[in-house]
């Protein structure tokens, strides 16, 4: 009877790890994952995960201001992303993120709540911040990024405007390179 359990637990154990957590027998995807959680147990990495979110907290909160078209959908954020609202300003989520991609801010179309534009579409866009955090950006650099991808979004059709962008953003990157 005990060996029946046991055998029964050892097949439980194994269909989690294979192909559940572990994934399909790509190996470079399995070491890649193993590669992740040992970084993710160093300690360096709490205190980089822990600027990751007071970065998309900073930057959320600049969605929130009064005298910007753009709106953070949730009022904020607690995680490492957020979800912006487009439709104040007649852009399209996918209008939007090849306007910020032409001033090299990456982003994606992505719906929001109540969305009447398709998937393919969309009326907001999402951001995050873990790649800047690894470059070194903090909470001011992100206030700033969020008040460039305001000035773009809100002047789409002004050339000066989107040239400034670029320029801005390319000022912020090269003052965190990437190591």
Do not use: W
């Not at 911040?129 to 979004?153: H, M, W, Y």
Request: with cysteine; proline share 4%; charged share 25%.
């Amino acid at each position: 009877m005990i060996l029946s359990n046991n055998l029964e637990l050892g097949k439980k154990i194994n269909s989690a790890v294979f192909p559940g957590t572990q994934g399909g027998p790509l190996e470079h995807v399995i070491a890649a994952k193993a590669q992740a959680f040992y970084e993710d147990l160093q300690p360096q990495f709490t205190t980089y995960i822990a600027q990751v979110v007071k970065n998309a907290a900073a930057m959320a909160d600049e969605f929130t201001k009064e005298d910007n078209n753009i709106r953070g959908v949730s009022g904020g954020t607690d995680n490492h992303l957020m979800i912006i609202d487009l439709t104040a300003t007649d852009i399209t989520g996918k209008e939007g993120q090849n306007l910020l991609d032409s001033v090299n801010i990456t982003t994606n179309k992505e719906s929001i709540p109540g969305d009447k534009r398709s998937p393919f579409i969309t009326s907001g866009l999402r951001l995050g911040t873990p790649a800047i955090t690894s470059r070194g950006f903090d909470e001011n650099d992100c206030r700033k990024i969020a008040q460039i991808i305001s000035n773009v979004l809100n002047h789409a059709d002004d050339p000066t405007a989107l040239e400034k962008a670029k320029k801005e953003v390319a000022a912020l990157t090269k003052k965190h390179p990437i190591e």
